[in-house]
């Protein structure tokens, strides 16, 4: 008999179960409870925040409190609220946690109208169900490894 497959995709990747039945499909999904899918998920954020600090060496430098822009660069107001969100746990924060992030850079920027101009971009979007956070989408992901950091002297 030939396996059986359900992906279930989330915000970091997918999951897979398999099985010879559909029984045991079913029982490989009753694993996929939320507290497992949250253990996976924090487990792939420490893994990512760990890349994200190496590839930001000497433009943001994530301290206790958090991403601090360093980079004498001259930036966009969109290209710094995307570098500390970058730098953030699962890409995401409040706009008040971007904000003191950014003061704490030295950079004065009007954080909600840059963060809904970037939602109509495609760059961010707030995820149902947490509040006043907001998230980089997988565009603007890309965006920021793209084209930011290239012009920033990073690949």
Do not use: C
């Not at 995307?82 to 920027?109: C, F, P, Q, V, W």
């Amino acid at each position: 008999m030939p396996k059986l497959r359900v992906r279930v995709k989330t915000g970091y990747g997918e999951l897979e179960v398999s099985g010879g039945s559909p029984e045991e499909v079913m029982e490989g999904l009753g694993w996929l409870t939320g507290d497992f899918v949250a253990a996976v998920q924090g487990k792939v954020a420490e893994v990512a925040a760990a890349e994200a600090e190496d590839i930001l060496e000497g433009i943001v430098r994530v301290g206790r409190d958090g991403p601090t822009i360093v980079t004498r660069e001259e930036l966009s107001h969109y290209e710094a609220v995307g570098l500390i969100m970058y730098a953030m746990r699962n890409h995401e924060a409040t706009g008040k946690m971007i904000r003191d992030r950014l003061a704490s850079s030295g950079k004065k920027i009007t954080v909600a109208a840059r963060l809904h101009e970037m939602g109509r971009r495609g760059h961010v979007f707030q995820p149902e169900g947490k509040g006043s956070e907001y998230r980089l989408t997988m565009k603007g992901v890309r965006w920021v490894e793209e084209e930011v950091l290239p012009r920033l002297g990073r690949d």
